[in-house]
């Protein structure tokens, strides 16, 4: 009943009134016995949309979806290695606004907002001040497009592209539809697994009309964040033409099992999501407890592939500063059945 009544708010209103004290969340789930694992960061502070925390098992501290957004104590704990630009995007901005790492593709943060603080955020440290681009910038990124003609699509990020208003992306997506050589725009986005209802008529029409391809891929972690609301929302943004696409992080005490992540694969697909990419964490500065050694990932892919068919297998990922693509982890095995793997 509680979700209902979330559900039946406009996603505007359920992201104003986002839950951005601990206390209240730990009173709402029952565990204020937490209290003494947690803390409140000031950089980046806690915020969770009603609707996912309802996803969420009543006085269960280990809950998976919880353990994403509550910060702990662990947090504070310096590990060598872990760093506030783990991908080294801060030399990365010919523009501002602009990262062009990829060969073919460039991309936009288009606001530093989101609907929800993931603790494992690898840009939670990120200067969005001084990166983000105004609308007197656009003109300015459109010409850097068209003097890159090997650019074909356009990423847009954060933050989240979705926690901006219709009037604002469909202002971006006006300039980029203006320029002839790209094909393809693409939307990363939590968007519509804690706010479902963002992906909304005018939303899905306007990508209908796009002349470009629209692709969205979705930060899904877990099988649970996929209740039947959310699965409907994702199915008709399918049916509107948009290719669905998911990109998780494997994330200790999360989701780093073979039955967590057959669910989540099975689960997607159910909604009209296609698995793209798994990616080892980022070492970004506060997420070290999350982190999962390589060779566990190597296993699990290899559980993974026994138990799915291929299309349901994201690929096992890593991105690398200064790196033009995604690093994907190749793994085989030799004629005696042993398990490699390396980093091309």
Avoid at 94 to 104: A, E, T, V
Avoid at 258 to 280: E, I, N, W
Avoid at 289 to 316: I, T
């Amino acid at each position: 009943m509680i979700n209902h009544l979330i559900t039946q708010k406009n996603w505007q209103t359920q992201l104003s009134e986002a839950i951005t004290s601990i206390d209240e969340l730990l009173e709402i789930l029952n565990l204020e016995t937490m209290k003494a694992q947690v803390y409140a960061p000031a950089h980046f502070p806690l915020r969770v949309p009603r609707a996912f925390v309802a996803k969420m098992a009543m006085g269960d501290a280990h809950d998976p979806l919880l353990k994403q957004v509550l910060p702990d104590r662990q947090e504070q704990i310096a590990v060598t290695g872990y760093i506030t630009d783990p991908l080294a995007e801060n030399d990365q901005n010919p523009i501002k606004g602009l990262l062009h790492k990829y060969q073919s593709r460039i991309l936009l943060t288009v606001t530093g907002a989101c609907a929800i603080h993931c603790r494992y955020c690898f840009r939670q440290h990120f200067d969005y001040n001084a990166n983000m681009p105004t609308s007197t910038e656009h003109l300015a990124i459109a010409s850097y497009i068209k003097e890159h003609p090997e650019v074909n699509e356009v990423i847009l990020s954060g933050g989240d592209p979705l926690s901006v208003s219709n009037r604002r992306l469909f202002a971006w997506l006006d300039t980029l539809e203006a320029i002839p050589q790209l094909t393809t725009i693409r939307l990363h986005t939590r968007l519509p697994l804690v706010i479902p209802e963002r992906l909304d008529d005018a939303l899905l029409d306007r990508f209908s009309q796009s002349r470009c391809n629209i692709v969205m891929v979705v930060h899904c972690n877990h099988a649970n964040e996929i209740d039947t609301n959310t699965a409907q929302y994702l199915q008709r943004a399918r049916v509107a033409g948009i290719v669905m696409l998911n990109q998780a992080v494997l994330l200790k005490g999360v989701n780093d099992s073979v039955v967590t992540q057959t669910a989540l694969s099975q689960r997607l697909f159910a909604a009209g999501v296609l698995p793209y990419y798994l990616h080892v964490l980022d070492k970004v500065l506060g997420a070290a407890h999350f982190d999962n050694n390589e060779q566990s990932a190597v296993d699990l892919y290899w559980s993974l592939l026994a138990k799915l068919p291929g299309y349901l297998v994201p690929k096992l990922v890593k991105e690398l500063p200064n790196r033009p693509f995604k690093v994907p982890i190749n793994i085989y095995k030799d004629s005696q059945g042993m398990q490699d793997s390396k980093l091309w």
